[in-house]
């Protein structure tokens, strides 16, 4: 994928070395290479694949996955469509997941931020903006008042 970040060790990079190939037509064929396969279709197959899943897909059925699966996308298909951000913080907290939690459609440097405090460590930054800009946008915050998967307790509870 074309402008990805990543956040490893508490920082963030502009990852150039990404093998996975997003498929958002569910029909045959596939590219070569590690395939990001549309729900439906990953679970004629899944143990070969990464699984990406849309606003309406369920997290709860990906469960007994977890140990086989490399990543986990899951869609933004509009700015203003936030489901992504419940079920990333659903898979962290609630599923437990601990692989790759990447965020693909209509990312936006704004967004970022509040991507990565509900679990998001990989963004498939839209291809028409710049991700050297976008990496601004996980810089910006010091201090959260609420909780996240990043820091459970509030503001309150840290003193």
């Known amino acids: 994928?074309?402008?990805?970040?990543?956040?490893?060790?508490?920082?963030a990079r502009i990852a150039l070395d990404d093998p996975w190939t997003l498929v958002r037509d569910p029909e045959p064929p596939l590219p070569r290479g590690k395939v990001i396969l549309p729900l439906a279709r990953w679970l004629e197959n899944p143990r070969e694949h990464a699984v990406w899943l849309g606003p309406d897909d369920e997290v709860e059925g990906l469960e007994q996955w977890f140990g086989q699966l490399p990543l986990i996308a899951?869609?933004?298909?509009?700015?203003?469509?936030?489901?992504?951000?419940?079920?990333?913080?659903?898979?962290?907290?609630?599923?437990?997941?601990?692989?790759?939690?990447?965020?693909?459609?209509?990312?936006?440097?704004?967004?970022?931020?509040?991507?990565?405090?509900?679990?998001?460590?990989?963004?498939?930054?839209?291809?028409?903006?710049?991700?050297?800009?976008?990496?601004?946008?996980?810089?910006?915050?010091?201090?959260?008042?609420?909780r996240s998967v990043i820091e459970p307790r509030p503001l309150f509870r840290r003193r």
Request: aromatic content about 10%.
């Open 1 to 11: 994928m074309n402008n990805l970040l990543r956040l490893e060790e508490g920082g």
């Open 74 to 146: 899951l869609d933004f298909p509009s700015f203003r469509d936030g489901r992504a951000y419940s079920q990333a913080y659903l898979l962290r907290t609630r599923l437990g997941w601990r692989g790759e939690l990447r965020a693909v459609g209509d990312v936006l440097r704004d967004q970022l931020s509040h991507m990565r405090q509900c679990g998001f460590d990989s963004f498939a930054v839209r291809e028409d903006k710049s991700v050297e800009d976008a990496l601004k946008g996980l810089v910006g915050m010091s201090v959260l008042y609420g």
